[in-house]
């Protein structure tokens, strides 16, 4: 804190000290007052101007210093001056003072404030840009709010200076008429509670309410701007059109069906979207064979000889296909006509909020939710369009095993395949622009995963800048930056895998002038909706998650928002988002990490379990890993858990559901988990928390209660033994 600021602050200090020092309050008493009121009344008469001054500039030292006495004071501007200058004296007095108290705390205590808790006021602060007039507005209305301490809690938010003023002066503008028109009548008070009966309360929080149902108001006059120029036909063809067949798509469809709601389902290629044909399924198909490969060749630990591994690419490519065919009619166009989904396999053009073109034909709709997903992004690196690249799209093509396979890329999908990939006996080297693989997890985690591809034979190289793709003597080169050098990388074929763009164009976005937001997504608000507040958007294209999980999850909101538009709506729930990423050792995460609490600003302890003690680990010859939570100081509340070691994705689903029902460590650590397993290892971890806490001084004294304990059985054993030889 700066020289100006301390020495506003003592000034502020010492202007509060002297008040209550020299019991200056006595003077804004209300028996005071009435005692001397017409000696005062006929002070006011005789200089009216002076006094009105004086009154004004008390008034507002008053709220400025956040003094009590502003209700008192309020009331004596109606008994002095009358109901029209008293309610304007007090309306610009107040306002002012409040402004004066609230640059007061925006320039004294903001900066440190939003330096020492920004992280945790991001959502607040963010609020505030949006919604603080209305808040605001609200907080004026209602008197069961301090007015002071508004006026020093909005200081530190980034509300506009204008906007306080403007929204404050509006505010308290019902509020002083009520004390004003009071103070008019004040022969008939004795207490400030005569003015604030229980019905006039009441009818200032029903007032306080305005605001909100103004809100509305506006939303739905924004909603009526939007769809201005798109006539709302008499009858719809259908209640919700889903574009996508995706797992956001088809959940979204399958709710709506089983709400009995006529919805129609459009996708142009193939059902089940990425996820089935070239995303989780696949990949999932292909690690478990590559997890056979790694395991066979360790046979000799397990006292099991399997000499000549031999790997058939081939046949792992057609045992993957085998799967997704399997797989295939759980999302079938069939099953969902069976479940009553309209199913439509074309290409969809939305050309109104109300109308959507497929093949020729025009359907009308009350609702329609995007689910188009994502596709892999590939960098403008120039040359690599002149070569055949991979991306996790097409690589379920290859037959052949490439010798040199480069892996672009060091996020979840580049390290699952590249490590698959290097099991089946390719020569893998993974190359990726962060200084470390998995930048979203916690350092100790990337370093764990290093440390094993590079056992099995990964040549991983981060930090490394892809600048171009060449051919060079007879064979493709990745030439990049490290270090202000270049380093090049040959290969055979190279696998793109630098994360998904969302879907968004080709469809008639454009045109109805849907807006993008800054990630590529299509810009939607907390219930999911884009500007037409009846076309809404989940899963990859609407981010913020990509995850197939969390498109079926907003795939709930997504449906019910649409289908009950103008009735009920929710805000989505992203408060607790597992993920994993099935490397071996896999990788589970919910709620925050080390990095991110500590990038928010948030308080936390550590509990780490290192999974080489866990006997069912030791069993399976998989003793490497570690279970590590995040807590709240003190206390047993979790933050966020990683995991990890085999079967992390099983693992953390004990910490996902825990942190959804807001159950603590002491909830796991008092459940019985069966022995020998895997999942002990969670409530070892609480163990460990736990014992960290251990109540020193209540142990201390149980000590000494069983030394004493240990003391009287002594002595009653030694009197039996007298009496015995007696």
């Known amino acids: 804190m700066n020289k100006s600021r301390i020495t506003l602050l003592v000034l502020v200090c010492a202007a509060i000290a002297a008040f209550f020092v020299f019991d200056l309050g006595q003077y804004l008493d209300l028996a005071y007052f009435k005692a001397q009121q017409e000696r005062i009344r006929s002070v006011v008469a005789g200089r009216p101007i002076l006094s009105a001054a004086l009154f004004f500039l008390i008034y507002v030292a008053v709220t400025a210093l956040s003094l009590p006495g502003a209700a008192v004071m309020t009331l004596i501007a109606g008994a002095l001056f009358g109901m029209l200058w008293g309610t304007l004296l007090v309306s610009f007095a107040s306002s002012i003072g409040a402004t004066l108290a609230f640059l007061t705390a925006r320039f004294v205590l903001r900066d440190w404030v939003q330096k020492q808790y920004g992280p945790r006021l991001k959502a607040i602060n963010r609020g505030i840009e949006k919604d603080g007039a209305f808040y605001l507005f609200t907080l004026r209305l209602v008197p069961a709010f301090p007015f002071f301490v508004i006026n020093l809690v909005m200081g530190l938010t980034p509300i506009r200076l204008a906007t306080f003023y403007v929204i404050s002066q509006l505010g308290m503008l019902a509020g002083t008429l009520v004390f004003v028109y009071a103070g008019t009548r004040i022969a008939t008070i004795d207490h400030l509670s005569d003015v604030l009966s229980p019905s006039l309360i009441t009818a200032f929080i029903l007032l306080g309410l305005f605001p909100l149902v103004a809100r509305k108001i506006v939303e739905r006059i924004q909603a009526r701007k939007a769809l201005r120029g798109y006539p709302e036909p008499r009858h719809f063809d ?116 109300y109308t959507v073109e497929v093949d020729g034909r025009e359907l009308t709709t009350r609702s329609i939710v995007i689910a188009t997903g994502a596709r892999p992004m590939v960098p403008p690196i120039p040359g690599l369009d002149t070569i055949d690249y991979l991306t996790s799209d097409t690589v379920w093509d290859l037959r052949e095993l490439p010798e040199r396979l480069l892996v672009l890329g060091g996020g979840n999908i580049g390290c699952e395949l590249s490590q698959a990939f290097a099991r089946f006996g390719s020569q893998v080297t993974q190359v990726e622009m962060a200084p470390r693989l998995l930048a979203r997890e916690d350092p100790d985690v990337s370093t764990h995963v290093l440390e094993r591809f590079t056992a099995e034979g990964i040549d991983v190289r981060t930090g490394h800048k892809a600048k171009a793709v060449e051919r060079r003597d007879g064979e493709n080169v990745l030439i990049c930056e490290h270090q202000s050098e270049e380093v090049v990388f040959a290969f055979d074929r190279i696998l793109v895998a630098v994360g998904r763009t969302p879907n968004t164009a080709g469809f008639g976005l454009e045109e109805l002038g849907i807006e993008i937001a800054p990630t590529r997504t299509l810009a939607v608000n907390e219930f999911l909706q884009t500007r037409f507040p009846n076309i809404l958007a989940c899963g990859d294209v609407a981010g913020p998650y990509q995850f197939t999980h969390t498109a079926a999850h907003q795939a709930w909101y997504a449906a019910v928002n649409a289908l009950f538009l103008g009735i009920r709506r929710f805000k989505t729930d992203y408060s607790v988002i597992p993920w994993v990423t099935f490397t071996d050792p896999e990788i589970a995460h919910v709620g925050r990490n080390e990095s991110q609490a500590e990038e928010d600003g948030i308080a936390f302890e550590v509990t780490r379990y290192d999974l080489g003690e866990l006997d069912r680990a030791i069993t399976e010859d998989e003793a490497r890993g570690f279970v590590k939570v995040l807590t709240v100081p003190g206390k047993d509340k979790i933050l966020g858990a990683t995991i990890v070691g085999e079967n992390a994705g099983e693992l953390v689903g004990e910490f996902v559901t825990a942190m959804r029902h807001g159950l603590g460590l002491n909830k796991i650590l008092g459940t019985i988990h069966a022995y020998p397993t895997l999942i002990e290892a969670n409530k070892y971890t609480a163990g460990e928390w736990k014992r960290a806490h251990a109540p020193e001084r209540v142990l201390a004294w149980l000590a000494r209660f069983h030394a004493w304990r240990r003391g009287r059985c002594d002595d009653v054993a030694s009197t039996s033994a007298a009496d015995a030889d007696r």
């Open 238 to 353: 259908r209640n919700l059109i889903v574009i996508g067949a995706g797992s956001a798509g088809l959940v979204t469809a399958y709710i709506a069906a089983a709400v009995r709601a006529k919805v129609t389902l459009i996708e142009k290629h193939r059902m089940g979207g990425d996820c089935l044909n070239y995303g989780c399924v696949p990949s999932k198909a292909m690690i478990r064979s590559a997890r056979v490969a790694a395991l066979m060749r360790r046979g000799a630990e397990f006292g099991i000889h399997a000499d000549n591994v031999r790997v058939d690419f081939a046949e792992v490519m057609a045992r993957i296909q085998r799967i997704i065919t399997d797989i295939a009619p759980h999302d079938s166009v069939e099953r969902y006509q069976s479940l009553g989904v309209d199913t439509i396999e074309g290409e969809a053009r939305i050309a109104s909020p």
